[in-house]
T-cell receptor, first 111, second 114 residues
């Protein structure tokens, strides 16, 4: 059974600081997705990582994938309050594209 | 453009009643997914439809849960004899259907079983 773990579960950080969220998964996969969820809202797609070494960047967020280590990271640079949300990684282990989600990391950026 | 839509947005029901949740995927998307989000279990896959193929029902938690997709478009998730543990947000997603395609999520239906 595929397991996807994120850490930390909760992250409080000041504006302007940098931090990294980690996503570990237990089985071979080269398809990993990052989503953002605001309170009471649905999931918004952030990044799709489809190969070992893939790196994607959008604004202050950068995601990377190491399939050999079964690890993805979401790096936050110079955080701003608008980034406060819950971030989920999700892994697709096969051809069916049904996603297994991590536990989520609730990010709170304080002014 | 129009995204994935779901109805109702909120549903309160009594234990033992049946409920139907509806999902309208993005036009042209051949793949449709149902997920459930609850405090205790996080985000869980329920069922997956791809074109005219038999659905992948491997995530359905019990035989009280069923889903259908008519005409390759709209989908309905039915929960019979609801239980309190069915309370959750039910999310629908759709994609173009190939592997490696991003799934786009709807706003969800918040179900509360009293």
């Amino acid at each position: 059974e595929l397991k996807v773990e994120q850490n930390p579960l909760f992250l409080s950080m000041q504006e302007g600081k940098n931090y990294t969220i980690y996503c570990n998964y237990s089985t071979t996969s080269d398809r990993l997705y990052w989503y953002r969820q605001d309170p009471g809202k649905s999931l918004e797609s952030l990044f799709v990582l489809l190969s070992n070494g893939a790196v994607k960047q959008e604004g202050r967020l950068m995601a990377s994938l190491d399939t050999k280590a079964r690890l993805s990271t979401l790096h936050i640079t110079a955080a701003v309050h608008d980034l406060s949300a819950t971030y989920f990684c999700a892994v697709d282990p096969g051809t069916a594209s049904k996603l297994t989600f991590g536990t989520g990391t609730r990010l709170q950026v304080t002014l | 453009g129009a995204g994935v839509s779901q109805s109702p947005s909120n549903k309160v029901t009594e234990k033992g009643k049946d409920v139907e949740l509806r999902c309208d995927p993005i036009s042209g998307h051949t793949a449709l997914y149902w997920y459930r989000q609850s405090l205790g279990q996080g985000l869980e896959f329920l069922i997956y439809f791809q074109g005219n193929s038999a659905p992948d029902k491997s995530g359905l938690p019990s035989d009280r849960f069923s889903a259908e997709r008519t005409g390759g478009s709209v989908s309905t998730l039915t929960i019979q004899r609801t239980q309190q543990e069915d309370s959750a947000v039910y999310l629908c997603a759709s994609s173009w259907g190939g592997t490696q395609e991003t799934q786009y999520f709807g706003p969800g239906t918040r179900l509360l079983v009293l």
